[in-house]
């Protein structure tokens, strides 16, 4: 996806330009409000076949891929469910488990790496589910944090899925026959969450059936939620010092399909998902549980949603899924 650069979209940026503060110096990003947008034409209810999410924890395997579109570096880093038993320590380039996994892509926020996500993300690849990372060639850590950049990556996550499906079909590919392409959901944190929001509004695909957003605002991407109903799990900290969360809020309203939100009244900006801990546990539980339902179809999966994300006192659960 390329834009050419528009008064609105200079304006879009000075507001992302508060997610810089997802690096280590985080900063408090200005309160703003969102574009008044027409009310979203009703859609129908997903349908998603019912089937059974895998019970059993796997082995986690991870490789990397090295993608490019059109000059732009997209090094996607690969965790997926592997052979062997549970709880050992990720192996690179692990034969994968038996099965057909649904796939989740994955966006950071500025300054970060997929890597710094990996308890998550591994914790989503042993409930049954390839996830695919892409580090983003001008928002991810070492790069120059071009926040109006991020406009492009729905078409960079875009680009890595088709990537990452074809490898299904390729012949001597550890995953060949294990990736289930009709059931994908995106994911991101801050400036990720834009871009998974992105790639429900401006820039559709129509591949995805769930989103997660932790942390995220719909600014520069819109909230015209658009295509078939997609479920959304948002997750934002009451505290959160960078994207207020009365903006993550705001977008998580104007979702028109089933939706959740949980929110983390000590939360910050994200913290929790870099290191493991009570609240992570909390929100791996429920996002893996919704990923579940929404990829796999497991109606029990759902019923068990708001109990791991009402656990003790550390989240509250909108629930409207």
Same mark, same amino acid.
């Given at each position: 996806?390329?834009?050419?650069?528009?008064?609105?979209?200079?304006?879009?940026?000075?507001?992302?330009?508060?997610?810089?503060?997802?690096?280590?110096?985080?900063?408090?990003?200005?309160?703003?409000?969102?574009?008044?947008?027409?009310?979203?034409?009703?859609?129908?209810?997903?349908?998603?076949?019912?089937?059974?999410?895998?019970?059993?924890?796997?082995?986690?395997?991870?490789?990397?891929?090295?993608?490019?579109?059109?000059?732009?570096?997209?090094?996607?880093?690969?965790?997926?469910?592997?052979?062997?038993?549970?709880?050992?320590?990720?192996?690179?380039?692990?034969?994968?488990?038996?099965?057909?996994?649904?796939?989740?892509?994955?966006?950071?926020?500025?300054?970060?790496?997929?890597?710094?996500?990996?308890?998550?993300?591994?914790?989503?690849?042993?409930?049954?589910?390839?996830?695919?990372?892409?580090?983003?060639?001008?928002?991810?850590?070492?790069?120059?944090?071009?926040?109006?950049?991020?406009?492009?990556?729905?078409?960079?996550?875009?680009?890595?899925?088709?990537?990452?499906?074809?490898?299904?079909?390729? =012949? $001597?590919?550890?995953?060949? +026959?294990?990736?289930? &392409?009709?059931?994908? !959901?995106? *994911? /991101?944190?801050? @400036?990720?969450?834009?871009?998974?929001?992105?790639?429900?509004?401006?820039?559709?695909?129509?591949?995805?059936? =769930? $989103?997660?957003?932790?942390? +995220?605002?719909?600014? &520069?991407?819109?909230? !015209?939620? *658009? /295509?078939?109903? @997609?479920?959304?799990?948002?997750?934002?900290?009451?505290?959160?010092?960078?994207?207020?969360?009365?903006?993550?809020?705001?977008?998580?309203?104007?979702?028109?399909?089933?939706?959740?939100?949980?929110?983390?009244?000590?939360?910050?900006?994200?913290?929790?998902?870099?290191?493991?801990?009570?609240?992570?546990?909390?929100?791996?539980?429920?996002?893996?549980?919704?990923?579940?339902?929404?990829?796999?179809?497991?109606?029990?999966?759902?019923?068990?949603?708001?109990?791991?994300?009402?656990?003790?006192?550390?989240?509250?659960?909108?629930?409207?899924?």
């Amino acid at each position: 996806m390329s834009r050419r650069v528009t008064p609105a979209l200079l304006a879009s940026a000075v507001l992302l330009a508060g997610l810089v503060g997802c690096s280590a110096d985080a900063r408090k990003a200005e309160s703003q409000q969102a574009p008044v947008e027409p009310p979203p034409a009703a859609t129908p209810t997903p349908q998603v076949p019912a089937g059974k999410a895998p019970q059993r924890a796997f082995a986690v395997g991870v490789r990397q891929l090295k993608l490019n579109r059109d000059g732009r570096a997209l090094p996607t880093m690969l965790w997926y469910p592997a052979a062997g038993q549970s709880g050992g320590a990720v192996k690179r380039s692990a034969t994968a488990a038996e099965g057909r996994f649904p796939v989740v892509m994955f966006s950071h926020g500025l300054g970060g790496r997929p890597d710094d996500y990996a308890t998550l993300l591994t914790r989503w690849a042993a409930a049954g589910f390839v996830v695919a990372a892409p580090a983003f060639p001008h928002t991810s850590r070492g790069a120059d944090n071009n926040v109006l950049d991020v406009l492009n990556q729905p078409a960079d996550v875009s680009y890595a899925l088709d990537q990452v499906l074809a490898l299904d079909g390729k =012949a $001597g590919d550890a995953l060949r +026959g294990r990736l289930d &392409g009709e059931r994908v !959901a995106a *994911a /991101g944190h801050s @400036a990720g969450g834009v871009t998974t929001i992105g790639l429900f509004t401006a820039s559709r695909d129509e591949r995805l059936d =769930a $989103g997660v957003v932790f942390a +995220g605002t719909a600014l &520069g991407v819109g909230t !015209a939620f *658009a /295509g078939a109903a @997609a479920p959304q799990l948002f997750v934002h900290g009451e505290l959160d010092e960078v994207v207020e969360y009365a903006a993550g809020k705001a977008a998580y309203d104007k979702v028109p399909w089933p939706k959740a939100m949980l929110s983390l009244p000590k939360g910050d900006h994200g913290r929790a998902l870099l290191s493991d801990g009570a609240t992570l546990r909390v929100v791996s539980d429920t996002s893996v549980e919704f990923l579940r339902w929404s990829l796999y179809g497991d109606p029990d999966a759902k019923k068990r949603i708001s109990t791991d994300a009402t656990r003790g006192d550390i989240a509250t659960f909108d629930d409207h899924l």
